[in-house]
Structure formats: C-alpha cells, structure tokens
C-alpha cells in the first residue's frame, strides 16, 4: 500500500492473510487527502480484500463508483461481493390502534369464514362418508376408534373414580350435619350424568386427542403431505378427518356412560364407608333421581363436545404457519380453544334446559 498524489496504492494480494497487516498501516495514511483508490496492480483479492476496501472507503467518504479505479478481475469480485450497494432494509412502522383493530376484525371475520367452509365440509363428507367409504383407508375408522376410545378409557376411568370420591367425600361432610345422608345419591347421580362426566371425558379428549389431530394434521400440512393428497385427488377431508369424526362420534357415548358409572361407583364407596349407607339404598335412590331426560341431555351435549375437539382440531392442522415450532404452537392454541368452547357449549346447555327447573 503507497500513497502517491491523492491516491492510495495497492499492489499483489488482498486476501485474509495481508488485510491485517494492511488494516494496521492504514491509519498513517488517514490524514492526507485521497480521493481514489487504485487497484489495477492487485492480483487476487478474496472478501476479507473487499470488506478492507469498503471499511476504507467508508472511512474516507468516498463513492465506490468515483473513487475505484480496478482491473478486470478486481472489478468483477468487487461487484459480486460488495456491502456497500446492498438496499437498506427500512424498519416498518408500528401500526396505529384503529389500523390494528381493522386488520383484527378482517383477521376474525377471514377466520369465521375459514371455520364455516370447514364446518360444512366435514359435515357433508362424514354423511357422505358412513354409505361411501371410497376415498379413506381400509379400517381408519377402527384403528381411530381404538386410539381415541380405548387407549383413554383408562385415564378417563381413573379420573372418574378420583373425582366421584372427591366430589361424594366433600358433599358427605355437610349433609352427614344434616341427618341427610341419602341425597349423596341425588347429587352423585345428577351431577355425574349431566354434567361431570360428559365434561371430564370430552375435556380428556381435548388434551389427548385434540393435540394428537392438530398436530398430526400440522405435520402433514408442514411437509406437504396434504397437498400430495390433492395432487392425487384425494380430499384431504375425507382422506384425513373424517375417520376421526366417525370414530369419536362412536366412541363419546361409551366413553361418557363408562365415566359417569364409575364415578357414581366412587360416591358408592363414600357413601358406603363414611355415611353408613347400604349400596342397595344408594343404587335405588340413584335411579330414582335420575330421569331419562337428564341421560339425554349428558348424552347429546357429549356429542357437540366431541365434535367441537374434531373440528378445531382440524382447523388449527390446516392453518398451521411455519415448521416445527409453528405444529407446536398449534396443537397448544387447538387444545386451548377446544377446552373453551366446551366449556361454552356447557354454559349454554345448562342456560337451555336448566334455567326454569
């Protein structure tokens, strides 16, 4: 490197193994006037050269375009791997509040469009789909059926059991004040057929098969498996979800009735062991209480429950964004909003066909 009437000499190489040394020198040569840079004597230059040359330039003020005079090769390498002509990546501007309710609102209404179409899809292919099996996998339905009734039969039964006991030992305590041992029976019969039981199981399913469909659709979506289907013309839909549905809906009554019997057993126990009930007068008195229209009412919410886990299950899969990180963030929001609306259609049920007793 030489300095020689305002311009600043270089000669052989511009590679990592000379920018030190010359990066070093170059502070004697800060205080004179230099208005160009002469590169016709370098014979190769690699990055570390051309981020020397543009530290240089920077330092200086000048315009590469007036201040480099290059040989061809130079020339070449320096266009290709230059910082100094990269676009400027302007910061957006933070959006204004009525700017952000706009596009939430459009968000929400696209969403409730987007839910709609998925609501009727499923709904038409499963109908469809219980005279016409074409377009699923031989023995789907089954092999759903297995995962989400069996294999959760036994989380479902214990928890059953542990809230049946919970639920009679704690009514025990008061009514045992009372002389009023006998309606531990009313309030195990009722609660559990009406509402505990459809509740526990559907919010199990939620958190166990409700994670399991949205993500297995999110990772289906992520790695394109989804559009494979369609570019086999295969309906996803039918392909995918529709087993589901037919298996949850087959599966929900058995699960609800064989939570709601074995927590009534665990009010037994209770009643049996703490109140000095007899299990006869416990068993009548259940049956008394309870009517067929409380067992249809716990029956028939359970299946909206069931299907509310299927639908949002599939609606998280299908709009999952991103890789790995994004089929984890929907499985969460899937299993969150389906404890939700469970929760919702609940409250509605009981405002429905409790709200004048």
Known sequence: MEYRAQSLFFDGELTKHTVPALYDEFPKYSNQTIFTLDLQQVTKIDSAGIAFIDEILSQLELNPDESLS????????????????????????????????????????????????????????????????????????????????VDALGIIALLSMILGLILALQSAA?????????FVADLMGISMVTEMGPILTAIILAGRSGSSIASEIATMQVTEEIDALKMMAINPIRYVVVPKFHAITICIPLLVTASTLIGIFGGLIVAVTYLDLSATVFINRVIEVVTIR????????????????????????????????????????????????????????SLIFYFNI
């Open 294 to 349: 409380d067992a249809i009412i716990g029956l028939g919410k359970s299946y909206f429950f069931a299907w509310v886990i299927v639908i949002i299950g599939s609606y998280y899969g299908f709009n999952v964004k991103g890789g790995a990180e994004g089929v984890g963030k929907v499985t969460t929001q899937a299993v969150v909003a389906s404890i939700f609306w469970i929760i919702i259609l609940d409250a509605i049920n």
């Open 70 to 149: 290059m040989n061809e090769m130079v020339r070449i390498a320096y266009n290709t791997f230059t910082s100094t002509k990269l676009k400027h990546v302007k910061t957006e501007n933070k959006l204004d509040f009525f700017t952000q309710l706009g596009s939430g609102s459009v968000d929400f209404l696209r969403s409730i469009k987007d839910g709609i179409y998925l609501i009727a899809d499923i709904s038409y292919w499963s109908f469809v789909g219980i005279f016409n099996k074409k377009g699923q996998r031989k023995g789907s339905v089954i092999q759903q059926a297995l995962f989400i009734g």
């Open 174 to 182: 008061q009514l045992r004040q009372f002389g009023a041992n006998i």
